[in-house]
C-alpha cells in the first residue's frame, strides 16, 4: 500500500541523518515510539517526539532502554508499527527484548546509532563496533535482518526499508547507523506519499475460532492477529507450538527455532542488498559499509590511480549477510579488503564466505574517526600484489 | 488427560470459560495460592461484565508469570521484570484495551522495580495485580525484595537480614491512584478489589498475599499451605484507609489489608491529551482509541 500522508514531509529537505531516519519511520507508519536518551541518537525521537502529536503518533519517554524495547514489543502486537533508537550502551540493555521479539516473531525496528566502545567509550564519536552485537547480542539462535545507511538520503529510504521488511518477516529490524552518518548533514529527497511503498501489518482474515497465532500453512511467516480483535490468543517467549503454548520439548524446539532461522535464511535471496562498482575484472574488491564506504572511495580511487583494478561492493543490508555473491566474487578476484571502524567484525564474515579462495584483508579503525583514505589505499596495493 | 479437563467439568466450573482448560492441569503446586487470585481475577471479570475481547493480561516471569498463559484472553508472557513496559506499550499502541499486569512480587518489584515506580509515577493506565509470596517460587526458594526480615530463604540460609519493601507504601508513594492490598484467604474483598479497580483508571495496584507450601512455608517450618491459611485467618488485620506507611509486613506479624487508597487522579492518557489540546490545540491528532494501525488497501 501507499504511505499515510500524514508521516510523509514531501519536500527537499537538508537533514542529518537521525532527522531523516525519524522521518523515514514517520513515513513508513509508524505510529508509537519508545525511547530513552542517548548520544549520538537523541535528535531521532527529539524530531518524532515533536511531529507526533500532528499525526496520530505517541512517543513516550521510557526510563530505561529495557523498558524501551519491552514497551516497543507491546505495542506491535496493538498491530500499531513501532521502534525504539538508541546506542552501544542501550543497545546492550536491549538485547533480552530484542530477543523476545525474534521469538513473538514481532514486527518491530530497533535504530542504533553506532558510536565507539566498548562501554562508555566516545559518546559523541563515530564506532563501527557493534555489528557482531547486532548479529548474535541476544541469547539462543535467532535470524533478524540489519540494514546500513550511508547517507542522510538513506537513513529515510532504509528506515522505510526496515520497517517494510520487519512487517514482511515478523522480525525485528535493526537500523545499523553511525554517528557519522546520523549527524552529516545533507540533501533528503521525500517524495510524495503516494509514491512511498509501505507493506501494513498482515492482519488474518480467519476467524478466531479457525486461527493459530503460529501456524504457518505451508508459508515460513505466520499470520498476525493483534490483541484486542477477539482471538484471544497466547504468546510468550518460551518455546511454543502453533496454539503459542509452551512445550518444554527438544522436538518442539527444533521445529519452532528452525522456522525462526529459515524464514531468514531461505529468503536471504530476497533480503540481501549490496551496491556494487567494477567488480567486473576487478583484482581487489572492497567491502564496506555505512561512513567507512564513502571513505573508502577516495582509497579506491588513489590506488586505480596506481593501477590497480578494483572493485567496490558495499554492504545495504549487512545481515542476513550476502553469502552468494561474496562466494562467487571470491572464485574470481585475488583478495577482499574490508575497512570497518572496529578490529575486524565484518571481515570475518568475508573471510569465511571466500572460503581460502581469496584473501580477505582487515583494514581496522579503532573508533573516534574515519580512516585514512591513504591507509585503504596501502591496503589495496598491498593486496593485489 | 485427568478427570478435571473432561467437557462436564469445563461446562460446570463457573470459571472455565475465561481459562485454557486444554492446558490444565496447571504447573503450581498444590495449596499454592496463584489459582484463587486467578479465580477471583475470573469472577470479577465476570461479574463487571467488561468486553473480554479488549482485556489482555501481561505477565513476567515466575510462578505468577504463567498465570498469561492459562486465561482465555489475549494473554502475553513476556521477559524477567518486564510486564509492566510490555504492557505500556500494549496500552499505549491501542488506548481501548483494559491492561491487566498479572505477576509476582520477584518479577515486579525485584528485577522490575524501576518500571513499577515510573508507571506508578506516571498513574500509568494499568491494573497490576502482584501476587507476593514472600520469595522466589520458580527458582527454588530465593530472597525476594518482600522476604521478611529473619525469615529463611536459599540464598538466606541463616535468616534474610534485608529490609524488604512495604509494597502499599512503594505504589502510593509513587502516585499509584489506587492501592490495596488482600491475603488468598479473603476471596470475596479481594474479587470486590478487582472489580472495583477494573471501574477505575490509572495505575491501580493491587498485593495478594499468597501462600506458598513448597519454599516459603517448608524453608521457614511454617507447615502446609492450609497453615498459612489459617494464619492469615488469625493474623490479617482490615484497616480501609490504612496510612500505608504503617502497614509493612514483619516475619509472621500482623497483615495490615485493606484498600488503602482510591483517589480519581488524571492518568498518563488523560494528561497527555489534555496537555496536547491545550498547547496544540485544532493541530493535536490523538492516536484513535482502537490502535495507530493504518489499514490500507493494497
Redesign the interface.
Known sequence: ??A?P?GVLTGTHYLDGDFACGEGAMAA?C??V?GYPITPSTEVVERIARRF??????F?Q???E???M?????????????MTVTSGPGFSLMM??IG?AAMMETPCVVVNVQRAGPSTGLPTMVGQADMMQARWGSHGDYELIAVCPRSPQEAFDLTIHAFNLSERYRVPVLVMMDECVGHMTEKVVIPPAGEIE?V??R?TQRPPAEFLPYQTNGSLVPEFA?????????????THDERG??VMTAECQAKSVRRLMDKIRLNVGEIARVEEEDTDGADVVVVSYGITSRVARMGVALARERGVKVGTLRLVVVWPFPEARIRELAARVKAFVVPEINFGQIVLEVERCAAGKAAAVCVPHAGGGVHDPEAICQAILGAAR | MSALTDDTTAREHPIAPFI?ME?MPHIWCPTCGIGTVLKCFASALADTGVD???V?V?SGIGCTGRV??YM????????H??A???????????P??LVTVFSGDGDLVGIGG??FI?AARRNMDLLVILVNNFIYGMTGGQNAPTTPLTAHSSTMPFGNFERPFSLPHLAASCGASYVARWTCLQVRQLTWAFAEAIGRKGFRFIEVIAPCATLYARLNKLGSGLDLMRFYHDNVEIRNGADTREVDIGYQERIVCGKFRDEERPTYLEM?HEH?RKT?GD??????P?????????
Open positions: 500500500m501507499k499515510d500524514r507508519g505510529r508509537f519508545a502529536p500532528m499525526m496520530g503518533g505517541t513516550i521510557m526510563e530505561d529495557l523498558a524501551s519491552a514497551a516497543v514489543v507491546g505495542a506491535s502486537w496493538s498491530g500499531t508499527k513501532c533480552e527484548n523476545l509501505v501494513p501489518r492482519l493483534r490483541a484486542g480483535d477477539g482471538f484471544r490468543f497466547h504468546t510468550t517467549g518460551l503454548y509452551p | 485454557r492446558r473480554l475481547d479488549k489482555s501481561v498469561a498463559g482465555r484472553l489475549d494473554g502475553f508472557h513476556s521477559t521484570g518486564r509492566i513496559p510490555f504492557a505500556t506499550g500494549l496500552k499505549l499502541g491501542r481501548e484495551l524501576n518500571h515510573h497527555m496536547y496544540l493541530r493535536y491528532v490523538p492516536m484513535p482502537e490502535g495507530g494501525l493504518i489499514r490500507g488497501e493494497d
